[in-house]
Nanobody
Framework: QVQLVESGGGLVQAGGSLRLSCAASGRTFSSYPLAWFRQAPGKEREFVAAIRGSSGSTYYADSLKGRFTISRDNAKNTVYLQMISLKPEDTAVYYC???????????????????WGQGTQVTVSS
């Protein structure tokens, strides 16, 4: 089993930036697709971004494109989410996920990912 642990969350002012990290343990996942999801209070978990294991191609939720950037370092078994120009609406628990296979165009579905972290809280104040 792949274990994922998120870090880097915290409190930030609107307009600020934050970088989240997700480290994997137990095994390497160089070929695994990786993704970030988020869940705000009272709302369903929603897709944020994904990155392929083979090509490194990236995919984003339409509403977040331009503000969020996903990247990975396979040597460190780590995936990152760089967030800029943060808004109060970005407040949520952010989760990282890993899948055994790449699904297109279903990379934004929760059911396509097999391993999940416990999440890290991001709070954006106005």
């Amino acid at each position: 089993q792949v274990q994922l642990v998120e870090s880097g969350g915290g409190l930030v002012q609107a307009g600020g930036s934050l970088r989240l990290s997700c480290a994997a343990s137990g095994r390497t996942f160089s070929s695994y697709p990786l993704a970030w999801f988020r869940q705000a209070p009272g709302k369903e978990r929603e897709f944020v971004a994904a990155i392929r294991g083979s090509s490194g191609s990236t995919y984003y939720a339409d509403s977040l494109k331009g503000r969020f950037t996903i990247s990975r370092d396979n040597a460190k078994n780590t995936v990152y989410l760089q967030m800029i120009s943060l808004k109060p609406e970005d407040t949520a628990v952010y989760y990282c996920a890993a899948g055994r296979f790449w699904y297109y165009p279903d990379y934004d579905r929760r059911s396509r990912y097999d391993y999940w972290g416990q999440g890290t809280q991001v709070t954006v104040s106005s």
